[in-house]
């Protein structure tokens, strides 16, 4: 039999249905997996996590009278847009770490939180904002964000597998630009940036999942998950309107394959290399995925048929553009 895909990039709008896929991938038998979507056992990775640190970072500070780091307000955008490429660079970090099984032990898990975000600004050409938080004030927030900071550690270090051999990587992220924008998104604004901020090790094994809503559908669906008692939940949590609209009014996955090099992929440029990433599409214009959000037990086989014919219809296309199919 095939190898099965060695890395998916589950790509979306938010509330799109990105971590409802996650979930019901992770819910098959490996030989459901294998012999219908040509994946083996999933290892996921998320940039999510991220965003809501970010945003507890700055609520934090703005509590001690201090100045916000990243964002405007806690319900707006990035006041740098580079950071799109800063999570990129936190997800390149996250790869390579699972790759080296790499375990570190810092004393402080929010300083060592602090360094990365630094780090992986430094990296992508934005400004290294928490080495500006000085004094009392970096101890106070240290204290605040330790639970938090070690629990995304430990959570980290609890995903790396004893081998990613026969296994599939998913990572998931999305990205997009102001509402009624015109292609291409400018730098550092959707998926043409993000990906080719993505390292080598990704781009030479990827292939793009991309679960296709429109951006009113994103919103309504934003709307209906939210739930402000859950804000870090990957199933549940909210963006803000004007993060929705400025952010998210629209994405570059459409003119990306229009405009590919070789058809059914993406064409990448990065670092001085050209990757043709293979796409496939997940239909979930007319909503598929909501009911996942919910007990397995409470899941209607009509409802369960349709996504997993919807998703072996695109994985199926991933497999022959990259000859996998078994």
């Not at 799109?16 to 083996?40: I, N, Q, W």
């Not at 916000?68 to 307000?73: L, N, P, T, V």
């Not at 993406?266 to 009911?291: C, M, W």
């Amino acid at each position: 039999m095939n190898e099965p895909l060695s890395t998916v990039l589950l790509l979306a709008l938010p509330a799109s249905g990105k971590s409802e896929v996650r979930k019901y991938l992770a819910h098959l038998s490996p030989e459901e997996s294998r012999r219908d979507f040509h994946m083996g056992p999933t290892v996921q990775l998320d940039d999510f996590p991220y965003v809501h640190l970010m945003r507890r970072i700055d609520d934090e500070l703005a509590g001690l009278g201090a100045q916000r780091q990243f964002f405007f307000s806690s319900d707006r955008p990035f006041q740098d847009p580079r950071d799109w490429g800063t999570l990129t660079a936190l997800i390149n970090e996250d790869h390579q770490d699972l790759l080296d099984r790499r375990v570190v032990r810092p004393e402080s898990a929010a300083e060592w939180l602090f360094d990365r975000f630094d780090a992986a600004a430094k990296a992508t050409g934005a400004p290294e904002r928490m080495r500006t938080v000085a004094g009392k004030t970096r101890v106070r927030l240290a204290e605040l964000l330790e639970r938090e900071a070690r629990q995304l550690l430990d959570e980290k270090h609890k995903g790396y597998p004893d081998s990613m051999s026969g296994k599939t990587l998913v990572i998931e992220f999305a990205r997009g630009g102001p509402h009624g924008s015109s292609m291409p998104l400018a730098a550092p604004f959707g998926y043409r940036y993000s990906l080719a901020q993505l390292s080598p090790a990704i781009l030479a094994q990827a292939v793009i999942l991309y679960v296709w809503v429109t951006p009113e559908e994103s919103r309504r669906k934003n709307q209906a998950r939210t739930d402000p008692n859950d804000p870090g939940s990957i199933l549940h949590h909210g963006v803000p309107l004007e993060v929705m609209m400025n952010d998210y009014g629209c994405d570059d996955m459409d003119w990306l394959e229009e405009n590919s090099r070789q058809p059914g992929t993406v064409t990448v440029e990065a670092r001085g290399q050209t990757y043709h990433l293979p796409i496939g599409r997940f239909d979930n214009r007319v909503d598929k995925t909501s009911f996942i959000r919910g007990d397995v037990s409470q899941w209607q086989p009509d409802q369960v048929r349709a996504v997993h014919q919807g998703l072996k219809d695109a994985l199926d296309k991933l497999a022959d553009l990259t000859g996998r199919r078994g």
